[in-house]
């Protein structure tokens, strides 16, 4: 076909060939269909992934509560339990009336044990979340053998009692005739009692002033 021979006038596209009216319609079709891609399907494309990825977030945080809600009984057996041993842990922190005894109780474990004590110094109370800490240090006499009793039998008491900074070094002196007590043992011995509610309070210091 011979294109410059054709009259393609476009007030006579009646009279085209069939063949160039075809490409016309195609060509018009897939511009009509382009712009119809871009301006409208495009986006409602973009939003259908989007819908897509929520239904997915969904359906995951779906399966994950369903399975909580699967073992709601187990958790909440395991939650009794973790309260029970929090009350547990609890009964083992004395009040502050009973902080007093409890000294007695570290004191008489060093003396049962056989050591003697040459330093026994509670200094002032730290205070934390819900219990407060009060450290002791300690200067004892001994042998290995009696430190070994003792820390034992500061962790067979009923209540919380911890043991830091242990330093054993040889006597200097013997000149007291005590050969049997040939070694120093300097520790901090911790112990803790339960605060009461309320008792969130600021520690004086030594002069009296809150801190």
């Known amino acids: 076909m011979n294109l410059s021979n054709l009259d393609l006038d476009i007030n006579k596209i009646g009279?085209?060939?069939?063949?160039?009216?075809?490409?016309?319609?195609?060509?018009?079709?897939?511009?009509?269909?382009g712009l119809a891609y871009y301006f409208d399907t495009q986006g409602q494309l973009t939003e259908l992934q989007t819908y897509q990825?929520?239904?997915?977030?969904?359906?995951?945080?779906?399966?994950?509560?369903?399975?909580?809600?699967?073992n709601l009984d187990e958790?909440?057996?395991?939650?009794d339990e973790i309260e029970k041993s929090f009350g547990d842990l609890l009964r083992q922190l004395p009040d502050k009336t009973q902080v007093p005894e409890l000294l007695v109780d570290v004191s008489q474990t060093g003396l049962a044990s056989g050591l003697e004590f040459e330093l026994f110094k509670p200094e002032n109370e730290t205070k934390k979340d819900f219990y407060a800490e009060l450290p002791?240090?300690?200067?004892?006499?001994?042998?290995?053998?009696?430190?070994?009793?003792?820390?034992?039998?500061?962790?067979?008491l009923p209540r919380i009692v911890t043991i830091h900074n242990i330093r054993i070094?040889?006597?200097?002196?013997?000149?007291a005739?005590?050969?049997?007590?040939p070694l120093v043992m300097d520790a901090l011995v911790k112990t803790y009692r339960y605060l009461e509610e309320g008792g969130l309070t600021a520690t004086p210091d030594k002069k009296g002033k809150k801190q």
Not at 18 to 33: D, N
Not at 53 to 70: C, G, R, T, V, Y
Not at 75 to 79: A, D, E, P
Not at 136 to 156: H, Q
């Open 169 to 175: 070094f040889s006597r200097k002196d013997q000149s």
């Open 177 to 181: 005739g005590i050969k049997n007590k």
């Open 136 to 156: 002791i240090n300690i200067r004892v006499l001994g042998s290995y053998m009696e430190f070994g009793t003792f820390i034992s039998g500061l962790a067979a």
């Open 53 to 70: 990825d929520k239904e997915q977030e969904l359906k995951a945080s779906f399966e994950s509560k369903q399975k909580k809600a699967i």
């Open 75 to 79: 958790y909440r057996q395991q939650l």
């Open 15 to 33: 009279s085209w060939p069939i063949a160039i009216k075809a490409g016309l319609v195609l060509v018009v079709c897939a511009v009509i269909v």
